[in-house]
Every structure is written in C-alpha cells, then in structure tokens.
C-alpha cells in the first residue's frame, strides 16, 4: 500500500503488564498510526500482538478517527478492546498523539 506525501507515521508506545504474551514477546506494546496531516485522519494502524487478529481489530477501533480526538478513541476502546492491553493501548495512543504533536511542529 502506497500513502500520499501528506501522511505521517508514529509509532506509540507503552509498557504492558509482565504476564501479558505481547510483553513475553516483544517487552512492551506498539501501536504504528498512519495519519494524514492535513485533517489528522487516521487512515491506517497496527499493533504489536501475538494474534492477527487482534491487530486487525485494533485497526477497526482506530481508522477514521482523529488523532488528536484522545477521549473518543480511548472511550471506544475501553468499551470494544478486552484483551489484556487495554490499558496499553490507550496509554500508546496518547505517546503517539504526542509524537505526531511534535512532528507537526517541526513541519513549521
């Protein structure tokens, strides 16, 4: 997949609980955000999971929405996402919506 010269790519990041398999395999838990600069869409996602489809859920959760939206993204995903990375997923969200913060001033 291709993406237009206007999209940004951040990676978030945060640590899960120890006994969580995403933990065992990769020492803490990514999310990697695509987002289009000029309306701050989210137009692609993935996580660092141990199924796929936990990924791909997670991309259902996060495409369209803003990324500068934190409430209504991390609403969402405490009422749809009951894994073990709950609280890691919300928590990642917010570093990458701080990452994308500080790449947006530096583009100025």
Do not use: W
């Amino acid at each position: 997949m291709s993406y237009a010269k206007s999209t940004l790519y951040v990676i978030g990041d945060a640590q899960a609980s120890v006994n969580n398999p995403i933990t065992q395999q990769y020492s803490a838990f990514f999310i990697g955000l695509v987002v289009d600069s000029t309306d701050h869409t989210i137009l692609d996602a993935a996580c660092s999971s141990t199924i796929a489809l936990t990924s791909d859920f997670v991309k259902s959760i996060f495409i369209g929405h803003s990324i500068l939206a934190l409430e209504p993204v991390a609403e969402e995903i405490r009422r749809r996402y009951h894994g073990s990375s709950q609280k890691a997923l919300i928590v990642a969200f917010k570093d990458a919506q701080k990452k994308y913060k500080t790449a947006l001033d530096l583009r100025d």
